[in-house]
């Protein structure tokens, strides 16, 4: 176990969330603030830490909306593990899930109005790495610790 300030790595918080946009807002900021209780409050780590809250928000969105249909009986699960060099972060949907590879990032300027794939595609520009499972309802998202 390494220690960065005085926090002992790794550290895993999860959670369940419930299937209303209300809640995504609130939920990123307690999970946030619990993965990195006592690191340092530098303005590097603060831009991490945006960085964060931005994947989770996408994703919870996305898992809300496209996976849950915003069926509120639903939750979706949210692991986030904090390693020394690096922070994962799994989001998982009740949903049948998708084949992701065919959703089509809104680049052109003829799809700007469509309202799908802009999540996504920010999701997989501010990730290190994005990966699905085989079924496409549950997300990870590594980035690289500052």
């Excluded at 809250?53 to 639903?74: S, V, W």
């Excluded at 939750?75 to 799994?90: A, F, G, N, S």
């Excluded at 992701?100 to 990032?105: F, G, L, Q, T, Y």
């Excluded at 997989?124 to 790495?129: F, G, I, V």
Aim: glycine share 4%; proline share 8%.
């Amino acid at each position: 176990m390494r220690r960065t300030s005085d926090v002992a790595l790794p550290v895993e918080v999860s959670t369940r969330i419930p299937s209303h946009l209300d809640a995504v807002h609130e939920s990123v900021e307690i999970l946030t603030r619990h993965a990195f209780a006592g690191l340092p409050q530098t303005p590097e780590c603060e831009r991490y830490r945006n960085k964060l809250k931005t994947l989770l928000c996408e994703a919870l969105a996305n898992a809300i909306i496209h996976g849950h249909r915003e069926d509120p009986a639903k939750y979706v699960q949210v692991r986030i593990e904090v390693e020394t060099e690096l922070v994962r972060v799994h989001v998982t949907d009740e949903g049948p899930g998708c084949d992701h590879s065919a959703v089509i990032p809104p680049l052109d300027p003829a799809d700007l109005d469509r309202e799908t794939g802009r999540g996504l595609l920010m999701i997989q520009k501010l990730a290190d790495s994005v990966q699905f499972n085989p079924q496409g309802n549950s997300i990870c998202m590594t980035l690289r610790r500052p």
